[in-house]
């Protein structure tokens, strides 16, 4: 079963070509990886994908839904899910808090509801409530939840933001770069964390990785793009020996 | 003893205000001031909505303030009075006591409705460009009124006090404190069940960080239409209780001079804090009142003094806390967040 | 009809060239901090202030013998007014607006003390000089030209023309000169500016400098143009001012020079064919259409947020 496709997407910006005819498809439980240099395009793809963009062409089917004109909250609302590659966590708010607004799609009470805290609010409020401390339970880092995500070790803080993008139950979860920044003894873990993910909660997962040891140790299938296109696909050690991404990763004066 | 200590302490507030009222211990003056600083918690704790907690530099307030104060005084005029502009009373005089609070919340309704005139800008721009649109459209509703003859234009509107006389012919009672009063409660409690919910934590996301927070499942569009929605229409409560209480309103109570005083109110209070907007809507009240016998040199004092406070304290009174934040002790008697 | 066009156009334009001053004043200060200066209104009235007090101690009002002839003192009174008028936008960066910077103050602290600022600037000045208003003196004889049978006054063409010349200067001084530069390149990146060679503080200052200075000029043209001075005139005026100024894309002088005018224009209509009282209503409805429609402003790029 396709879980994602990518039918010839295009992004132009004011000229700039950041995505060209990209041709992709995800299935589902699978765990890929997305790789390319610097400006390759990585993350207008996943841009595209959560919808923060309209693509200028193509389009992006999920679960055969085509997401062609829908708002971000509804597309995170269908089941794509992501991180960030510079973290973006609510600063000013408890770690619990982050994990609890990440489920604004799934509240199920209105705004009477609301202001006259009938039971169905309170009840729906302790549920999210509860979902979310079981969750930072499981992550073990249930001893933050009244913290400021400020005052977190880095790793911290992207493992607290791969728990909200996973606490609102998505279906494919999207990560950019979650090894950036990280120590190596971190990034070991980081490993083990998202494969343990990935075992545990029935999901897809799309990776943008720049340390070849993170994509390579996870990834089944990998996808690499320069300057927006598709240049190879592949298994991890098909990947590893094309001249294709060889070229585009050294420049080609290195050959 | 937590769920029932700040219900009575309101009950017991509220009678001894009525009783010394209505035994004239405190003459009509000092009652003046009460309301006044009623009617500034409402103003502060709203507008602190949108400015504290959704991060936005909404300059218009007192455009909302004046869309309550005039559709709730013309209703309360033409149902229960004798006027000059509308004629006998529509319904009868008695029922003004009943009819007062509806009255209200039809004015804070409308003023929601006109707070779309922010809200819908809002959802492309924000910052400095949604200023402009709030001062822009602080202009267009006092230009509005101006322009409607039947309501006075530029000479303002009155008759507000015969609606208050009509409910005294129901009951001898100081009945704007108490409709002062109870609807500020009601005020403090809508805001803080709101910023309270998760619902209303995606406020505060907006705030820290907007893509984020679209990007998680927020609507960020539809949470900024109610939330301008609610600000806008508490701030045309206050205007219905302030047009009420002063038994006349004008075009030019309503400019930019009044937004800036809830500027002042919510920023000296602390951006986001409820209890610092109270806080502040108290001090502010008296200060302009314990200042007034200096007449002119008060209109200097008061900025100046609010100048030195924000360099001494240049995140307000509160800064981003609740009162329970700073005195945990307090969180015995209730439950704030 | 033609002639009645031809008078709207260049009331448009006289007042197009106040808002235009005033807008460039409030741009160049947005620009370099991000802080709306709410005073800067209130500069223009302390401007228009000054430039009484020094044209009427140079007629010989306080006791100094009048030696100069009138277009003399309105060439001394001008870069007098400009300068002590600079001394005053600097002061309140200094007193006021620097020392909540260093404490790191949420910018909107700064912008609410500039809102006090203003009050104080308003009521100081009643304090101080009492409730009677001041008349202008008149500098420079009227003339008017006729034409067909429009007449234009030489006050108007030369409000016109100082504002056009004023934002020549401005463009040059921003584009060409190593302080100017400097000034772009703040509103671009505050880091790099110190790399330059130039200290944050004194672009700041000079910013404070080159906008205040316009306010000053924008406060003799409106004196000279309408010569009764009160305390409050510099409030409306300079709301009006920001609006254009955002209109036209803030932190863009281009953007505030055009803005200015735009409001002229559409205010000068709207008074030839409603009656004057719809003219803020109508005026800023069209404001807030454009800004809806452009929600940057005419000049202004929208800013690209990258995740
Ligand atoms: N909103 C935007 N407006 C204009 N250009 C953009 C925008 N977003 C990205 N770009 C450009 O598109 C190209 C691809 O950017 P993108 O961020 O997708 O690269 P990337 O592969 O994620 O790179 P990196 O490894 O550095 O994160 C870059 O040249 C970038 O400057
Ligand atoms: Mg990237």
């Known amino acids: 079963m396709t879980l994602l496709e990518i039918k010839d997407l295009t992004q132009l910006f004011s000229g700039l070509c950041a995505v060209s005819e990209l041709n992709l498809s995800l299935g589902e439980s699978e765990l890929i990886g997305l790789i390319g240099p610097n400006g390759a395009g990585k993350t207008t793809v996943f841009n595209l994908a959560s919808g923060f963009y309209q693509p200028t062409h193509g389009e992006i089917i999920f679960q055969g839904r085509n997401l062609a004109g829908l708002k971000p909250h509804q597309v995170s609302a269908l089941g794509i899910a992501r991180t960030f590659q510079n973290i973006r966590l609510w600063k000013e708010m408890s770690v619990l808090d982050n994990i609890l607004v990440a489920q604004h799609f799934q509240l199920g009470y209105g705004l009477g509801g609301l202001f006259f805290r009938t039971p169905r609010y309170l009840k729906r409020e302790r549920d999210i409530r509860h979902k979310a401390l079981e969750l930072l339970e499981i992550f073990k880092i249930d001893k933050f939840a009244d913290e400021k995500p400020g005052n977190l070790p880095y790793g911290m803080q992207r493992k607290v933001e791969i728990v909200r993008a996973l606490s609102s139950g998505p279906k494919l979860l999207l990560l950019d770069e979650p090894a950036a920044g990280l120590q190596s003894t971190d990034v070991t873990e980081l490993i083990t964390l998202i494969q343990w993910v990935y075992d545990q909660f029935n999901l897809s997962i799309w990776m943008i990785e720049h340390q070849m040891k993170v994509v390579m140790s996870l990834c089944s299938r990998i996808a690499v793009i320069d300057f927006g296109r598709l240049i190879a696909s592949g298994t991890p050690s098909e990947i590893q020996n094309s001249p294709e991404v060889i070229k585009a990763y050294l420049g080609d004066d290195q050959l | ?337 | 009809m033609f002639d009645t066009l031809l008078q709207n156009i260049l009331n448009a334009l006289q007042w197009g060239s106040f808002y235009s001053l005033i807008a460039l004043g409030y741009t160049l200060v947005y620009g370099v901090l991000r802080l709306i200066n709410f005073a800067h209104g209130d500069i223009v009235m302390v401007g228009a202030y000054i430039a009484f007090f020094i044209s009427s101690l140079l007629l010989g009002q306080y006791g100094m013998p009048a030696f100069l002839p009138g277009w003399a003192v309105l060439a001394l009174t001008i870069p007098l007014t400009m300068a002590l008028t600079s001394v005053v936008g600097v002061t309140l960066e200094r007193i006021a607006y620097r020392p909540l910077r260093r404490k790191g103050a949420n910018r909107l602290y700064v912008v609410i003390t500039a809102l006090m600022a203003g009050l104080i600037l308003e009521n100081g000045n009643l304090l101080v000089l009492g409730a009677s208003r001041k008349k202008f003196p008149e500098l420079i004889e009227k003339v008017v030209y006729k034409f067909g049978s429009t007449y234009v006054t030489n006050l108007k063409i030369g409000v016109i023309l100082t504002a056009i010349l004023s934002f020549i200067g401005l463009h040059f001084i921003i584009t060409r000169t190593k302080v100017g530069m400097a000034m772009r390149a703040i509103s671009y990146d505050k880091f790099a500016v110190p790399l330059m060679g130039i200290p944050i503080d004194t672009v700041i200052v000079f910013t404070f400098v080159l906008g205040s200075s316009m306010a000053g000029l924008a406060g003799i043209l409106f004196a000279l143009s309408y010569p009764i001075l009160d305390p409050y005139m510099g409030m409306s005026i300079g709301w009006k001012a920001f609006i254009a100024a955002v209109v036209g894309g803030i932190g863009d002088i281009r953007g505030a020079f055009a803005g200015g005018f735009i409001l002229g224009i559409i205010e000068i209509s709207v008074v030839a064919v409603f009656p004057s009282s719809y003219r803020d209503l109508i005026a800023f409805s069209i404001l807030l259409l454009i800004l809806t429609i452009r929600p940057t402003g005419l000049f202004g790029v929208a800013q690209t947020t990258k995740i």
């Open chain 2, 1 to 337: 003893m937590k769920r029932f200590s700040v219900p009575i302490l309101l009950v017991v507030l509220l009678t001894t205000l009525m009783g010394l009222a209505w035994f004239e211990v405190i003459d009509l003056y000092i009652q003046t001031i009460v309301l006044f600083m009623g009617i500034n918690i409402i103003t502060s704790t709203s507008l602190n909505l949108v400015n504290g907690n959704m991060g936005e530099f909404s300059c218009g307030h007192a455009g909302f303030i004046a869309v309550g104060a005039y559709v709730s005084s013309i209703l309360s005029v033409a149902l229960f009075t004798k006027s000059r502009a509308f004629g006998a009373p529509l319904l009868p005089p008695e029922l003004a006591a009943y009819g007062f609070p509806l009255v209200l919340i039809i004015g804070g309704l409308a003023a929601a409705l006109t707070g779309l005139l922010v809200a819908l800008p809002s959802f492309r721009t924000r910052d400095d460009y949604l200023a402009i649109i709030t001062i822009a459209a602080n202009y267009i509703i006092i230009s509005t009124i101006i322009n409607i003859d039947t309501i006075g234009g530029a000479r303002g509107f009155m008759g507000m006090k015969r609606v208050i006389f009509a409910m005294e012919k129901c009951a001898e009672i100081p009945w704007m404190i108490l409709w002062v009063f109870i609807f500020m409660v009601i005020s403090v409690i809508i805001i803080r069940r709101y910023m309270s919910s998760t619902y209303g934590k995606g406020v505060e996301a907006i705030r820290q960080d907007e893509v984020a927070a679209e990007i998680m499942s927020v609507n960020t569009n539809r949470i900024k239409l109610v939330t301008f929605m609610i600000s806008s229409g508490l701030a045309g409560v206050a205007g219905g209780l302030y047009a009420h209480t002063v038994g006349y309103v004008n075009p030019k109570s309503f400019d930019l001079l009044k937004s800036t005083e809830a500027l002042v109110m919510v920023y000296l209070g602390g951006m986001g804090s409820i209890s610092g907007s109270i806080i502040a809507a108290v001090v502010f009240t008296l200060m302009l009142e314990l200042l007034r016998p200096l007449q002119i040199i008060k209109w200097v004092a008061i900025p100046l003094l609010l100048i030195i406070i924000m360099q001494f304290r240049p995140e307000g009174i509160m800064g981003h806390r609740e009162l329970s934040d700073i005195f945990p002790r307090l969180k015995k008697f209730y439950k704030f967040k």
